[in-house]
């Protein structure tokens, strides 16, 4: 309850001041300025119904909820940074403009011509110039205006990248303990599916036939799978069950398995009747070569709150500590924890790298890998922006993503 608080009055004061900078400043009262103050309030409400809503009903009322929903919520984001980025050079502008008014004018001296009229003054202002009040109007309107088309302009790039085809990212990655017979060795990493109100079946199967199509030896889901549950989207989910990989496709749980009404443990099922293997606190080894490495998975952290939570204890411990160990595990911020089990490679989802710009900018506060290859106390880390999108089907300077990381010892 104390998230959703602060996400209604978020929005609210963001709506405020789209509806100062926006409404506000570009008309005069009246009734103009009435209908377009109900549509933002219409505009809000569709947002709301979109992120509660889409919890709430079946997907078919969730699908027409969330479409207009959260393309909005994407223009308002992106109204709401350009406005504020535009909030500089406004004021700049202003205080030019009264310093303007409130400098005191100062009648020019015209030379009187021989036998002429007596002399006549004439003020500076007197220039054909719109009125101080009309400039300030004049300033809002061209800030909205450029707001407007930049926000509608970037959405409709972010939305472009992210329903196209994810990009395919290769990625050689050197482990020291790695036995040379495993040199090449391929996995296949994808996360962030988000099966839900705004993908369908066809997101699923270009998904899949393009992991097919890397040949890899094994491939991981790194969580986030769905936003729903199997009653709603299990057919969305089920060419799952034609992925090709020479030891098998094994999955973690994200934390939106955590929010579906009925919780992890039914997905778990059903990926199982898919021949996707869940690790769940555990590892496996994977042969190959006559060599061997552990591929190892652990829950993600919002399970703690369902006793559910990540164990690295019973998934790392015990194991021959003279070969590799590659780990799954959602969130970023868990290669802490691997790292003082000596986890040699860390493949994580979660941060979308960002999804949508700036955010990227925030992400760090929380995680320690944005995206891509990186080392965090000493354990490498891999972090995918996924192949899906959560709410807005936007993203911008974050493209979609399935990686195909290649082993060297």
Do not use: C
């Not at 009246?30 to 409400?45: D, E, F, K, P, S």
């Not at 790039?157 to 990655?173: F, K, N, Q, S, W």
């Not at 995680?367 to 192949?387: F, H, K, M, N, S």
């Amino acid at each position: 309850m104390g998230f959703l608080a602060f996400v209604l009055v978020a929005i609210f004061g963001i709506h405020y001041y789209l509806w100062r900078r926006l409404i506000r400043g570009t008309t005069a009262p009246g009734r103009n300025r009435r209908i377009l103050t109900w549509t933002l309030v219409v505009l809000a409400g569709l947002l709301v119904a979109a992120l509660i809503g889409t919890r709430i009903f079946p997907s078919e009322t969730g699908h027409a909820l969330a479409w207009p929903g959260y393309l909005w919520l994407a223009i308002m984001f992106y109204l709401a940074v350009i406005l504020i980025v535009l909030e500089i050079p406004r004021a700049i502008t202003l205080i030019a403009l009264r310093r303007r008014e409130h400098k005191p004018s100062q009648a020019l001296p015209v030379p009187v011509p021989a036998g002429g009229a007596p002399p006549v003054e004439i003020a500076p202002d007197e220039s054909p110039v719109l009125p101080q009040l009309d400039r300030r109007l004049f300033l809002s309107r061209t800030a909205a205006a450029v707001a407007g088309v930049g926000a509608i302009a970037t959405v409709g790039y972010g939305m472009r990248t992210a329903l196209g085809d994810p990009i395919i990212e290769r990625v050689p990655v050197r482990l020291a303990r790695l036995d040379p017979r495993m040199n090449g060795f391929r996995i296949a990493v994808v996360s962030d599916i988000h099966l839900g109100p705004l993908t369908g079946i066809n997101h699923t199967e270009r998904i899949v036939r393009m992991i097919n199509g890397l040949e890899a030896d094994i491939v991981a889901i790194v969580g986030d799978l769905v936003d729903g549950t199997v009653a709603e989207l299990g057919p969305l989910a089920r060419p799952l069950r034609n992925l090709e990989s020479r030891y098998g496709s094994y999955f973690v749980t994200g934390n939106h398995e955590y929010y579906t009404a009925n919780g992890p443990k039914e997905w778990i099922d059903e990926l199982n009747t898919l021949g996707v293997r869940s690790l769940r606190n555990e590892r496996v080894e994977i042969a190959h070569a006559g060599a061997a490495l552990d591929l190892a998975g652990v829950n993600d952290i919002n399970g703690t709150t369902m006793d559910d939570g990540p164990n690295m204890a019973n998934a790392l411990t015990g194991r021959d500590t003279t070969r590799p160990v590659v780990l799954l595990s959602h969130q970023p911020v868990q290669v802490h924890d691997a790292a003082s089990y000596g986890v040699d490679l860390q493949l994580s989802g979660h941060t979308h790298g960002g999804q949508m710009a700036p955010f990227n900018l925030i992400v760090p506060l929380q995680q320690p890998v944005v995206q891509g290859l990186d080392i965090v106390d000493g354990t490498q880390i891999y972090v995918t922006r996924g192949a899906g999108f959560w709410g807005p089907p936007v993203r911008v300077g974050a493209p979609p993503e399935i990686s195909l990381l290649e082993l060297h010892s």
